[in-house]
């Protein structure tokens, strides 16, 4: 309901996640307002493409 609520209110809503962009929440989110009714929402889904991502932990991967 908060969602919907807000993308009503403002017209646009950004998504930020740590996991792939395909079929992640952003996706979901833009599914909900579809079967909702909610129309004319920019949507700004900010992630991981889906492409191979080099695996490592924070501090090798922050390092490169």
Same mark, same amino acid.
């Not at 079967?35 to 080099?54: A, H, L, N, T, Y």
């Given at each position: 309901?908060?969602?919907?609520?807000?993308?009503?209110?403002? !017209?646009?809503? +950004?998504?930020?996640?740590?996991?792939?962009?395909? /079929?992640?929440?952003?996706?979901? @989110?833009?599914?909900?307002? &579809? !079967?909702?009714? +909610?129309?004319?929402?920019?949507?700004?889904?900010? /992630?991981?493409?889906?492409?191979? @991502?080099?695996?490592?932990? &924070?501090?090798?991967?922050?390092?490169?």
């Amino acid at each position: 309901e908060l969602i919907i609520d807000l993308a009503s209110r403002t !017209k646009r809503l +950004v998504t930020v996640e740590e996991n792939a962009l395909s /079929g992640g929440f952003g996706n979901s @989110v833009v599914e909900l307002l &579809q !079967k909702s009714g +909610v129309s004319d929402i920019r949507v700004k889904s900010i /992630g991981i493409p889906d492409e191979f @991502v080099e695996q490592g932990t &924070q501090a090798v991967l922050r390092s490169k």
